[in-house]
């Protein structure tokens, strides 16, 4: 602070600097790049998170592991069929019967005739053979309909 120059007056003049009245150099600004940088991110990492988590609606259940299975891409018109380790059929939380399986899948169809329907059967690991064929022969019948078997990648 210059010699008689009160308090005030330097307040006045800094508030100036900053606000760039006088000219004397570039006005204080905040480079928002950075921010909308983390922003993009966080949202990157929320969209790959949610490709994680739809990638198998049903219950949980133990899944057999193999090495060669591909990943199929999930869809509106994927039917995840869960077999439990009792042999319990469920879709999407509900428990059904083979015939109640079968008259859901054909309304799936008869929703849109031409879309193929991929059904894909979550069985657990521990699950009678027979159980699993049982569901897949329900299926076969519902025309334009693909199956899958879940897996877990092994390790």
């Known amino acids: ?45 929320f969209i790959v998170a949610t490709l994680f988590f ?7 259940v133990d ?18 069929v869960t077999i439990d380790r009792g042999g319990t059929v469920s879709v999407e939380g509900r428990s059904l019967s083979l015939e109640a399986l079968a008259t859901l899948a054909r309304s799936r169809h008869d929703q849109n005739p031409t879309q ?8 657990d690991r521990g699950t009678p053979h027979g159980r ?8 076969r019948p519902v025309p334009n309909l693909r199956l899958a078997i879940a897996t877990e990648p092994a390790r």
């Not at 699993?132 to 299926?139: K, N, P, R």
């Open 116 to 123: 193929p329907i991929q059904a894909i059967i979550a069985a």
């Open 132 to 139: 699993v064929v049982a569901v897949m022969d329900t299926l």
């Open 1 to 45: 602070m210059r010699p008689g120059r009160n308090r005030l007056s330097f307040l006045d003049d800094f508030d100036r600097e900053l606000e760039g009245d006088e000219g004397d150099g570039p006005a204080a600004h905040i480079d928002l790049t950075p921010a909308i940088d983390v922003l993009f991110s966080i949202l990157a990492f």
């Open 63 to 80: 899944l057999p592991e193999a090495a060669t299975a591909p990943i199929a891409p999930i869809s509106p018109s994927t039917l995840t």
């Open 54 to 60: 739809s990638r198998l609606r049903g219950l949980p």
